[in-house]
């Protein structure tokens, strides 16, 4: 949720955070937690199959580039882990799963490894963020 960008009415626009991963949306102004989502799936893609990713710039902004990618990704890790990151990456933020949905998967637990533990307790963070956000409107 770090990556923003500045929109005021000037001839210089801001972009704070890192385009690697930044959401598709984000450079619209379009802010939502599913952003969140899409920062932690190419975090996962990059714990999953690093190679990948060191070959590809950010994906967010190519919808071919990052069809590539999940294509190749089954060639790296598990066929329940290459989809969970796909659902992830969706370019349509309405169309990701949420941190309460990937929980729920159980592919995160699976994947017994410290890398993966961190994700898991970020996605922990982002439910019940999402969770008081909800019970706070």
Known sequence: GEARADHRESMYAT???????????VPGGKYGNRIDIWSL??????????????????VGSDSRE???LLGRLGDHCSPAAAAVAARMLRTDPGR?????????SGVFQLLKNESVNRLLNLLHILYIRDSLLVRSL
């Open 66 to 68: 990052l069809d590539r």
């Open 15 to 25: 972009v704070a955070g890192s385009l690697f991963f930044m959401a598709p949306e």
């Open 96 to 104: 990701r799963p949420s941190a309460f949905d990937l929980l729920q």
């Open 41 to 58: 799936g190419v975090t996962f893609v990059c714990m999953l199959a690093p190679d990948l990713l060191r070959a590809s710039g950010p």
